[in-house]
């Protein structure tokens, strides 16, 4: 059963606005999560993180939002660019057991269009 | 960029016959991971070493072995090829467990006809 999920395998977006990317986990013991991008031909590269004891975190035109109560954490890309187009993976993990290991999302694939 | 290599970055195998994929880190990270990537299924932990000799098992290991014997190198083995095993593998590094940004490989992708 998956633990975290990108229930939007897909979405579309102007050049320029807001990209709203979503992921929702199951895992309460999940203190640590990540988004990463990846380019088709390419291994993934991590984008940026957040940690549990936080509810935002802000890297240039990316924002991650995490919504501990709701199980629930968002990527705010502004503006688009359509070099973001790419597929995004939200990750996450324990710290407190699993030497590090990250559960994944199934990826949503954004296109970002003149 | 991480300095991390993947060998094969391509290959085409027939079922039965074994594989190994390789890879090499020059970053003297402690901890190093092999996922593969399907269609709908994101990426899927095959396994996983926090050092030389010390490694576990993921969620998808069923069919596949890994060995660290230096710092540098992981290997995953696919004992013997089955055509559901045909997927893009990527490996990845991260210093610590505490940090938990991994960096990842470029991939191999591997066929099994």
């Known amino acids: 059963d998956q633990q975290v999920k990108q229930n939007s395998p897909s979405l579309s977006v102007q050049e320029g606005r807001i990209s709203i990317l979503n992921c929702d986990y199951t895992n309460s013991m999940f203190d640590y999560f990540l988004w990463y991008k990846k380019y088709p031909a390419e291994g993934p590269t991590f984008l940026i993180s957040i940690s549990s004891i936080k509810d935002k975190n802000e890297d240039g035109r990316f924002t991650v939002f995490l919504n501990k109560s709701a199980k629930h954490l968002s990527l705010h890309i502004v503006p688009s660019q359509p070099g973001d187009s790419a597929v995004y993976f939200c990750?996450?993990?324990?710290?407190?057991?699993?030497?590090?290991?990250?559960?994944f999302g199934r990826g949503t694939q954004l296109t970002v269009w003149p | 960029d991480a300095g991390i290599t993947q060998s094969p970055r391509h290959k085409v195998t027939e079922t039965g016959t074994p594989v190994t994929l390789r890879c090499h880190q020059t970053?003297?990270?402690?901890?190093m991971y092999w996922y593969r990537q399907d269609p709908g299924h994101g990426l899927r932990l095959i396994h996983y070493?926090?050092?030389?000799?010390?490694?576990d098992k993921g969620e998808v290991s069923d069919g596949y072995s890994v060995s660290r014997s230096k710092t540098e190198d992981f290997l995953l083995t696919l004992e013997s090829a089955t055509s559901s095993q045909t997927s893009v593998y990527f490996c990845a590094i991260s210093e610590s467990s505490i940090t938990y940004e991994q960096y990842f490989g470029p991939g191999t992708r591997l066929t099994v006809t």
């Open positions: 990750a996450a993990s324990d710290r407190g057991s699993t030497l590090g290991r990250l559960y």
């Open positions: 970053e003297n990270h402690r901890y």
């Open positions: 070493s926090y050092g030389v000799k010390d490694t």
